[in-house]
């Protein structure tokens, strides 16, 4: 297997948690984002990925983009360990998690964004830091009330296992960590955050320790 990844990406610091726990071992090719104008849009690239994002698997013949689809490949092709719970209620609520930080909350604070708020709409630094941390704060705090209310969550956001939602909050909140968000109002998601770190494949999966790491 091949892995096209960013190290700060969260979409690919998904994949590369979910190759860790399964095991996998894959190659790193690096996609600088910022390099060059992008190095994401130099035609090569593109010809695997046709959005000109990270990351992208290749897997043989293979090709698989968008990083819960690449979840869900390698969920299907490796089951074990699952990333999904057994019961279909509580695969509906890992998936919930799953949307709320995927959809919800990563596309208003991803790099393309914050790109074009500073050069396209010219909004200052600060202003570009005062939507990241409006729309983070926002999005915690619902996600925060529900993990409290729902009762499920225990080391982790569905009990003690890593589940694919696991792998979309851990680098949210490393996102959130570098644009110095106060995450104090968050208790759960910071113990789940903390305890997650302390697992092997999350710990291998940190950005920092990628090969192309700056």
């Known amino acids: 297997m091949k892995l096209y990844s960013y190290f700060r990406s969260s979409a690919s610091y998904r994949v590369r948690i979910a190759l860790n726990l399964k095991n996998l071992p894959y190659e790193y090719m690096p996609v600088h984002l910022l390099r060059d104008g992008g190095e994401q849009f130099k035609p090569a690239y593109r010809k695997l990925n046709h959005d000109s994002v990270v990351p992208t698997l290749v897997d043989g013949d293979n090709v698989v983009t968008q990083s819960l689809a690449i979840i869900e490949y390698l969920d299907e092709t490796h089951p074990e360990p699952p990333l999904l719970p057994s019961k279909p209620v509580d695969r509906a609520y890992v998936r919930s998690i799953v949307q709320q930080l995927a959809c919800e909350i990563h596309p208003l604070n991803n790099l393309r964004v914050l790109k074009y708020l500073k050069h396209k709409v010219g909004v200052s ?90």
């Open 125 to 214: 630094d600060e202003m570009k830091d005062a939507w990241y941390h409006h729309w983070i704060s926002s999005g915690f705090a619902a996600l925060e009330e529900y993990l409290v209310a729902d009762g499920r969550a225990g080391k982790l956001c569905f009990g003690d296992t890593p589940t694919v939602a696991d792998l979309c909050l851990v680098p949210q909140v490393f996102n959130a960590n570098r644009f110095k968000v106060d995450m104090s109002p968050y208790p759960t998601i910071r113990r789940i955050h903390e305890y997650a770190d302390t697992l092997d494949a999350f710990a291998r999966a940190e950005p920092g320790v990628q090969p192309d790491a700056e």
